[in-house]
């Protein structure tokens, strides 16, 4: 089992609600010319200031920071506040992708995905 496949399990396991943004997001709403190089979870903010498990580390879930963990070639961040977006409207809007054993993922939709990237370069304008 890869990393991706341990903490979204993990995830499920503790109940804990969450979409997948970035790359994977973009890409799975068709997005040509997307090639996902780590995978973006952004967890329901209702969790922030907890901490949780998370492929045998405790990881402080914090809307000031992101969480990256590695295994080897595997990247994967979590957030706890998106630009532009809000957790649950988001939550109602997102498409899914059924995974092995019916397992359903929440992504946002190619909206969510435009007003977040609208945002961030708008913070990130230079």
């Known amino acids: ?3 991706y496949e341990r903490i979204i399990i ?3 396991k503790q109940k804990i609600s969450f979409l997948i943004i970035g790359s994977y997001a973009r890409l799975w709403n068709y997005k040509k010319g997307v090639f996902p190089k780590d995978l973006d979870i952004w967890i ?3 969790f922030s200031g907890r901490i949780i498990s998370l492929n045998g580390h405790d990881v402080v879930l914090n809307e000031d920071c ?3 963990i590695q295994d080897g070639i595997l990247k994967l961040n979590i957030f ?3 630009h ?6 988001s939550l109602k809007q997102s498409c899914k992708k059924v995974l092995k054993d019916n397992v359903i993922l929440h992504y946002i939709n190619e ?6 990237l609208m945002k961030v ?3 990130w304008d230079f």
């Open 1 to 3: 089992m890869n990393l």
């Open 10 to 12: 993990e995830l499920f």
């Open 44 to 46: 329901n903010p209702i």
């Open 66 to 68: 992101v969480v990256e």
């Open 80 to 82: 706890i506040k998106v």
């Open 84 to 89: 532009g977006l809000n957790f649950e409207s």
């Open 111 to 116: 909206n969510d995905c435009l007003t977040n």
């Open 121 to 123: 370069k708008e913070l």
